[in-house]
């Protein structure tokens, strides 16, 4: 199977496992990383535009500070979006926070420089909206996962927001350390499991009994563009692969 193939065939997977949970979930407008088209990516502006254009839920990339804070950045390394170098783990919370997210923002005039889109901690973010949903997307590539875990509950519970989140990872170990408490997607081996039996067995097969799922597939694009079809509310004997 050549490559444009393969890249379909992972589409209509996805598909197959939407329309499963069709029934029971209406699709979500959500804003990934905050909102990346008008402003720097998880930053306080990138939030706001995005629910000023209507997002229903916004999707942030957390890693834990130097002194244990959840803070809001995706890559491994400050160099890659920010005045900055080094690990987010490097600095503390208060360090980050003077770091400029919008440096290398846009194209050459780079707009978003000096304009406060600095890296928020989750706290901050979850108190000044208090009645949007969140999902939360782990990245720290050098945080303990039981660390992580206990200092995600220790926030959301300080903000009320336990009933308006979702976390997410690509590590395995990030969701198998979190607290009881807090929700989450299932990991993403057990998502490529569902996805691998729809693919072989060429068919969703119907639910025989309903329990909350939640699971996320993710596809590349030709152009190198993500794809991220989500899936909600599944039901449990349903083969999504």
Aim: overall charge neutral; proline content about 6%.
């Amino acid at each position: 199977m050549n490559l444009e193939g393969v890249i379909m065939k992972k589409i209509l997977t996805a598909l197959c496992l939407l329309a499963t949970a069709s029934a029971w979930a209406a699709p979500q407008l959500i804003a990934h990383r905050g909102g990346t088209g008008d402003a720097p990516e998880n930053t306080l502006p990138a939030i706001k535009l995005a629910l000023e254009n209507n997002a229903e839920a916004i999707w942030v990339t957390v890693q834990l500070s130097r002194d244990g804070v959840p803070v809001l950045y995706r890559s491994s390394d400050l160099s890659a979006l920010t005045n900055s170098e080094g690990k987010v783990s490097s600095l503390t919370a208060a360090e980050l926070a003077k770091v400029d997210a919008g440096w290398k923002w846009g194209d050459d005039s780079h707009p978003w420089r000096g304009k406060l889109a600095t890296i928020p901690t989750l706290q901050a973010v979850l108190q000044q909206w208090p009645h949007t949903f969140f999902y939360i997307d782990i990245k720290s590539p050098d945080a303990d996962p039981t660390v992580m875990g206990e200092r995600l509950l220790a926030v959301l519970k300080a903000t009320h927001s336990l009933n308006r989140v979702r976390v997410y990872s690509t590590e395995d170990r990030y969701i198998a350390a979190l607290p009881p408490a807090i929700p989450r997607f299932v990991t993403r081996s057990e998502t490529r499991t569902m996805l691998a039996n729809i693919s072989l067995s060429h068919q969703c097969q119907p639910a025989r009994r309903r329990t909350v799922v939640w699971a996320g597939a993710e596809a590349q694009g030709r152009g190198g563009g993500e794809i991220h079809p989500w899936g909600r509310d599944l039901p449990g004997d349903a083969h999504l692969g």
